[in-house]
């Protein structure tokens, strides 16, 4: 009996090993992908009316979290007897993400006027209290849960390829810890920028001349911080989507990295570059698809 016991907690160890070894491995391969997460996600909900920051941020994480219950069960779904399946899902995700990309910018730079009509419509409903300031922000809700889905699947596509031949358990356990550590890890950042404003202006409030001019610092720079965010959430949806388009075909994908690690720096410049050209040229693409099957879809 107690040789048994020892037995199982020997088990248990050893898987619990396994896990926390191969969590490490998955967190420092999806840390990239962490880093575009943060930015698109605090691109989203930049705008907002300031009592409305947080429980956007909360409905976005919510929306985030039942996106990876349904992808956490479909990774190991298709893991387990359609693993051909994951690269052209993959890359189904990586030219939607950046095609929205290419509509963002087209949306700014060749449809001005309507650009700036949506920015008035915000602007007006964070001012005018009689708005339902809620519904405004519906769409931009959705906009960042269907940006999260693209994100989070090429976050659980990954970490699947880590643990792949291992047990059943360890899998199942180290997408789900890295499921949560993502969410919790992004959308704890995004809720601390987004307040960035509000603890600038309560330490310009405070006694000493220190804590003022640094509230006075934080409140210069917070704006400039979101708008830098904005660009590199944009930048991040062609660096990511591009960068899964790249490796879903295998002797283009390890050529890239072959070359960047001959390189040295310029080698991972230049490969983000690639991703970046080969994004915003499958994004225009899609982009023009689409427009196109809008106008057809008119005529008839």
Sequence with gaps: MATSLFLLIDDIA????????????????????????????????????ADRELPVVWAVCKGSLINKAILVPAALAIGTWLPWLVTPLLMVGGAFLCFEGCEKLAHKFLHKDEHAADTSRHEKAVADTSVDVVAVEKDKIKGAVRTDFILSAEIIAIT?????????????????????????????????????????????????????????????????????????????????????????????????????????????????????????????????????????????
């Design 14 to 49: 050893s898987v619990l090993d396994d896990v926390s070894l191969l969590t490490k491995v998955a967190a420092k391969k999806t840390a990239g992908v962490l880093g575009d997460d943060l930015a698109l996600n605090a691109q989203q909900v930049s705008g907002v009316k």
């Design 160 to 300: 699947l390829g880590t643990v792949q031949g291992q047990p059943f358990v360890t899998q199942l356990t180290v997408l789900v810890g890295i499921a949560l550590i993502m969410t919790i890890g992004v959308y704890g950042l995004v809720a601390g920028i987004v307040k960035l404003d509000d603890a600038g202006l309560y330490l310009t409030q405070r006694p000493g001349s220190g804590a003022q001019a640094l509230g006075r610092g934080i409140l210069v720079a917070a704006p400039w911080l979101m708008k830098a965010l904005s660009v590199a959430g944009t930048v991040a949806m062609f660096l990511v989507g591009g960068g899964i388009l790249v490796h879903g075909v295998p002797a283009f994908g390890h050529a890239v990295e072959a070359w960047a690690a001959t390189a040295g720096v310029l080698g991972t410049i230049g490969s983000m570059l690639v991703n970046a050209g080969i994004g915003l040229i499958a994004g225009a693409i899609v982009l023009a698809g689409a427009e196109l099957f809008k106008r057809v879809r008119r005529k008839g």
